[in-house]
């Protein structure tokens, strides 16, 4: 064996690179594809629809909290009564849930959406600011501090929900 052999054979590619590579050709979007992401990137649009699956996301949540809450006076009422006040627990407290859930979402995604287009970048300064923002917003009845804790709080956890979602590099 030469030394030119044993050259060529370190060089030597390993077969998964000699075999031919498949390119698939690149594919235009379809005009309803094109208008379908031009709807959806409307801020409103996508404000909108975040309220409502908030606010079903809430109705849910509500439900499903109200039913687990017991009257304190389960001895002094009968089954019927006992049905009745749940029911009526879980649709007060669905109901408020609802409206909060929509609430957060419609804010947090008009912000996000309006800062995203402000900033013309996707990153996570956006998810923090819509964060504050969205945190500042419902805690503001409390005062200042209590917006500024929520302003700090709700971006906190929006930046681990992220992280979790993997969003953002």
């Not at 419609?106 to 287009?117: G, L, M, N, P």
């Not at 209590?146 to 953002?168: D, N, P, Q, T, Y």
Request: glycine share 10%; with cysteine; aromatic share 6%.
């Amino acid at each position: 064996m030469s030394s030119s052999d044993s050259e060529n054979e370190a060089i030597k590619l390993p077969s998964s690179l000699d075999e031919p590579r498949v390119v698939e050709p690149m594919r235009l979007p379809t005009i309803e594809e094109v208008r379908g992401q031009d709807i959806w990137n409307n801020c409103a649009v996508r404000s909108v629809t975040s309220g409502v699956m908030g606010g079903a996301l809430g109705l849910a949540m509500g439900l499903f909290l109200g039913a687990l809450d017991n009257p304190i006076t389960q001895d002094e009422m009968t089954g019927r009564q006992q049905f009745v006040y749940t029911a009526k627990q879980m649709g007060r407290r669905s109901w408020n849930s609802c409206k909060t859930f929509a609430v957060m979402g419609f804010i947090f995604s008009a912000t996000e959406c309006v800062v995203e287009k402000v900033r013309a970048k996707h990153d996570m300064t956006n998810t923090v600011a819509a964060g504050c923002v969205t945190g500042g917003t419902l805690s503001a009845k409390g005062g200042p501090k209590a917006a500024c804790m929520g302003c700090a709080g709700f971006a906190a956890f929006s930046v681990v929900i992220e992280k979790f979602l993997e969003r953002h590099e």
